[in-house]
């Protein structure tokens, strides 16, 4: 059965600064690897999308990496800005299933 | 470029009611999934459909159904509606074992 644990559970940085958010995994035999962006009450936006092939993948200001053999991805946003204030999920499928599984999220408050 | 429609965007039920929502995939994208997201957590898989077919099933209350019609849209239909129901519904489509798009929710109130 697929877990995934996001570390950490909330930060607060200041604007500028360049940050990571961890995503962890306990079943390596995933097709892909998604993070998400959701605001307050809303719906989920697609930011990335790793397939168990690729390494990482970059839009913009972000970067993710995955590396499937130890179970981890990585979030890396760059020169944060108030606007990515926001919970970051990161999702696994399970091997075999396309359904996602979701992390906990990483509450990101970005302060002018 | 088209995203995945749910309908309604907000429903207010009494307990023991019954409430259906739609989910209007992204036009040529064959599979559909249902999530269940309540207060504070994370989202959680109900049910899929390939191709009109039930492909997988999660944590889904015998009470609910679902089904994926000719034109590909998905129907999740909940019955004798209790508090815990309570919680954003996700719909999301994507093409095969692709990228998954997720509609805006529709938030179900159960009174």
């Known amino acids: 059965k697929q877990e995934v644990t996001q570390i950490p559970a909330a930060l607060s940085v200041p604007e500028g600064e360049n940050l990571v958010l961890n995503c962890s995994f306990t079943d390596s035999a995933i097709y892909n690897l998604q993070w998400f962006r959701q605001d307050p009450g809303k719906g989920l936006t697609s930011l990335l999308l790793i397939q168990s092939s690729q390494r990482e993948q970059t839009s913009g200001r972000l970067n993710a990496s995955l590396d499937k053999s130890s179970g981890r991805s990585t979030l890396y946003i760059a020169a944060s800005q108030p606007g990515d204030s926001a919970t970051y999920l990161c999702?696994?499928?399970?091997?075999?299933?396309?359904?996602?599984?979701f992390g906990k999220g990483t509450k990101l408050t970005v302060n002018p | 470029a088209a995203g995945v429609i749910q309908s309604p965007r907000h429903l207010i039920k009494e307990k023991r009611e019954t409430a259906t929502l739609k989910c209007y995939p992204i036009?040529?994208?064959?599979?559909v999934y249902w999530y269940q997201q309540g207060p504070g957590q994370d989202p959680q898989f109900l049910i899929s459909?390939?191709?009109?077919?039930?492909?997988d099933k999660g944590s889904i209350p015998d009470r609910f159904s679902a089904q994926q019609f000719s034109d590909y849209h998905s129907e999740l239909n909940m019955s004798s509606l209790e508090l815990g129901d309570s919680a954003l519904y996700f719909c999301a489509s994507s093409l095969g074992l692709g990228e998954q798009f997720f509609g805006p929710g529709t938030r179900l109130t159960v009174l």
């Open positions: 459909f390939y191709e009109k077919m039930q492909s």
């Open positions: 999702a696994a499928d399970q091997g075999g299933s396309e359904k996602l599984v």
């Open positions: 036009p040529r994208h064959d599979t």
